[in-house]
Nanobody, 115 residues
Framework: QVRLAESGGGLAQAGGSLRLSCAASGTIFRINAMGWHRQAPGKQRELVAAITMGGSTNYADSVKGRFTISTDIAKNTVYLQMTSLKPEDTAVYYC?????????WGQGAQVTVSS
């Protein structure tokens, strides 16, 4: 019953910005955790950013200082604000939510950064 809808991906030039959104819909009592992962061609999927219900955040070293994860709990939505984009940020970005103890993944949003 829970579905995740990602939006905001696209093409940006180096140094530009994009904002990804991931909204959960369906039967939701409580969101336990939220995060963003990405997978570039030929590479393993990696954690990009995570946020706890208490507001603590954790970022991959490669994006620290450039990306910001935030939430709107009332809207069951998690965001990833990406600034100072680099070509190496090119990947498919997936949101991950743990809803009522069950893990759900978004469909993926392509982010392409040109040099």
């Amino acid at each position: 019953q829970v579905r995740l809808a990602e939006s905001g991906g696209g093409l940006a030039q180096a140094g530009g910005s994009l904002r990804l959104s991931c909204a959960a819909s369906g039967t939701i009592f409580r969101i336990n955790a939220m995060g963003w992962h990405r997978q570039a061609p030929g590479k393993q999927r990696e954690l990009v950013a995570a946020i706890t219900m208490g507001g603590s955040t954790n970022y991959a070293d490669s994006v620290k200082g450039r990306f910001t994860i935030s939430t709107d709990i009332a809207k069951n939505t998690v965001y990833l604000q990406m600034t100072s984009l680099k070509p190496e940020d090119t990947a498919v970005y997936y949101c991950r939510l743990v809803v009522d103890g069950h893990q759900y993944w978004g469909q993926g949003a392509q982010v392409t950064v040109s040099s």
